[in-house]
């Protein structure tokens, strides 16, 4: 497959954070930003894909610099109007080049989209700076709601990638904590710590629903306490998802590494 074609290949993935599914990838995405800020480094922040820049606009604060790339124009499009002091390319990692070297590159959800997963690791630490960490998450192919769909029928194995994966969110592969790690080994870098975002329950489009619509309210034997100190039982349930994830990271919706050269 020629660069362009991968290119036109990616431009062709409809999916986007803010448009699909968007309370719980909000959610999820803010946690995710939150879990790269706890091992950010230095003074500037290369990420890659930006996508829609939201999760890049919650990092952003945090850093002098800022750096984001894309291969859609699409998503490109989208990450302008979040991110207008940014400086943004339109390209794949494969072919960014830059003499830039960055203290904290982010590449979140993307090692299961790219042709050659091992090319792409190498190419993010070549562009660190000599103290710098790269954080990199996946989605858990051995997540909890999915470990379920398998044991309900519902998926045939933990790996299996659903026409979603495969058309809209152009997935060509399912990682496991195990497989992401042997990846950044095979890769020649170096693990220096590995954790997990967001103990999740249920799928996607059910969690979202969920978000939208469930009985967060005392008195409806919900999620509140009935007679106590009211709180806002959504974004508890969503904090207190994160934390339980910390203390099960395989359990997770997404792992994630922090690697250096």
Partial sequence: MSEQTEKELQ?????????MFADYNAVLGMYQGLACLEHARGESLLDMP?????????????????????????????????????????????????????????????LEHVADPIDVLQKAASLLSAEGVLIVHVPNARAINRRLAVLMGTLTSCEELSPFDINIAGHRRSYS????????????????????????MLSTPQIDWFLKN?????GGFGWGRVGGPQKNWK??????????????PEDCNVVYACITK
């Fill in 11 to 19: 431009e062709g993935f409809s999916w986007a954070r803010s448009q």
């Fill in 50 to 110: 930006c996508g829609d820049g939201l999760v890049t606009a919650l990092m952003a604060p945090r850093f002098k610099r800022v750096v984001g790339l894309d291969a859609s124009s699409k998503h490109l499009a989208l990450a302008k109007r979040n991110l207008p002091d940014a400086e943004l390319h339109e390209c794949l990692i494969e072919d960014f080049s830059t003499e830039e070297r960055f203290d904290t590159i982010t590449m979140i959800n993307v």
């Fill in 177 to 200: 904590m195990k497989t992401f790690t042997d990846d950044i080994t095979a890769a020649g870098l170096k693990i220096e710590k590995t954790g997990g975002v967001f103990y999740k």
């Fill in 214 to 218: 469930g009985l967060w309210e005392d």
């Fill in 235 to 248: 974004e508890e349930f969503c904090r207190a998802s994160y934390e339980l994830g910390k203390e099960h």
